[in-house]
């Protein structure tokens, strides 16, 4: 089983954020997760971010009887993997996560409160719009706007818009502030491959090598001409990268 894990940006959602993805291999088993406040889900519990968000997983999988499972993230559920996999090492057998940001390294140069800006802005004002909605996924998420579609951008509105989203909309601590999980992640034993897009606003491609060396059994891939969401922009290469690091053989 491979679980779908989406970004922590306004209107994002598993099914919506990997949709080529999951279209392009109907053959694998896939799970689609909604992290708590993201989609249908309820609002998180108080508390850490990455650690709040792993535990409801973790109860999601025990619900299901998932002793096992590989892992495609984006962002926000990148790091949660990470966390999961740290905490519970034999719940997870692999991980491909995609511009996740859990921890700081000295040197690389990124922007933290980039993510938090931009919601302030989408949110603010006179509220989320379609149009702002355009404007921010072709400034973080997509390296070339011009193939950004009205369906995808009407959809991720529409998703950012549902009375849990909206109530979440600017509050940070209801939605959970991020921890820094660098001390954790030399516990990670899980390998993990590091997809990142070469023009990715959060960080460089010095940062993805850095998470990549901060982890045991780390992988690094870089996208050219591609930014934060290389499952929407790119994803017949993403869904490569998938199919040689992840097992074929599904088992639960």
Same mark, same amino acid.
């Given at each position: 089983m491979?679980v #779908?894990?989406?970004? *922590?940006?306004p209107?994002c959602?598993s099914a919506?954020?990997?949709?080529?993805?999951i279209?392009?291999?109907?053959?694998?088993?896939w799970?689609?997760?909604?992290?708590?406040?993201?989609?249908?889900?309820a609002?998180?519990?108080?508390?850490?971010l990455?650690t709040t968000?792993?535990r /409801?997983?973790a109860?999601?999988?025990?619900?299901l009887?998932?002793?096992?499972v590989?892992?495609? %993230?984006?962002s926000?559920?990148?790091?949660?993997a990470?966390r999961?996999?740290?905490?519970?090492?034999?719940?997870?057998?692999r991980?491909v996560?995609?511009?996740s940001?859990?921890?700081?390294?000295?040197?690389p140069?990124?922007?933290?409160?980039?993510?938090?800006r931009?919601r302030?802005?989408?949110y603010?004002g006179? *509220?989320?719009?379609?149009?702002?909605?355009?404007?921010?996924?072709a400034e973080?998420e997509?390296h070339?706007?011009? %193939?950004l579609?009205?369906?995808?951008?009407?959809?991720?509105h529409?998703?950012s818009?549902?009375?849990?989203?909206l109530?979440?909309?600017t509050d940070? /601590?209801?939605?959970g502030?991020?921890e820094?999980?660098?001390d954790?992640?030399?516990?990670?034993?899980?390998p993990?491959l590091? #997809?990142?897009?070469r023009h990715?606003?959060?960080? *460089?491609?010095?940062y993805?090598?850095?998470?990549?060396?901060?982890?045991p059994?780390g992988?690094?891939?870089?996208?050219?001409?591609?930014a934060?969401?290389?499952? %929407?922009e790119r994803p017949?290469a993403?869904?490569?990268? #998938?199919? %040689?690091?992840?097992?074929t053989?599904?088992?639960?």
């Open positions: 491979t #779908v894990l989406h970004g *922590g940006g209107g959602h919506g954020d990997f949709a080529a993805v279209a392009s291999r109907p053959g694998r088993r799970l689609w997760v909604d992290l708590p406040g993201y989609g249908g889900s609002a998180p519990e108080p508390g850490p990455f968000h792993a /409801a997983l109860a999601i999988l025990e619900r009887g998932l002793s096992e590989d892992i495609l %993230a984006q926000l559920g990148g790091s949660v990470l999961l996999a740290a905490d519970a090492p034999t719940r997870v057998r991980v996560l995609i511009g940001q859990p921890a700081a390294f000295p040197g140069a990124v922007d933290p409160g980039l993510g938090t931009a302030a802005t989408y603010g006179d *509220g989320p719009s379609p149009a702002k909605m355009r404007a921010l996924m973080l997509w070339d706007p011009a %193939a579609s009205e369906d995808a951008v009407l959809a991720r529409r998703a818009t549902t009375p849990t989203a109530r979440l909309a940070t /601590a209801a939605r502030t991020p820094d999980l660098g954790a992640l030399a516990s990670v034993g899980t993990t590091v #997809v990142w897009g990715d606003p959060f960080g *460089g491609p010095d993805a090598t850095a998470l990549a060396d901060a982890l059994r992988d690094l891939a870089v996208l050219g001409a591609t934060h969401h290389p499952q %929407a017949d993403v869904a490569a990268l #998938v199919d %040689a690091f992840l097992p053989t599904e088992r639960s």
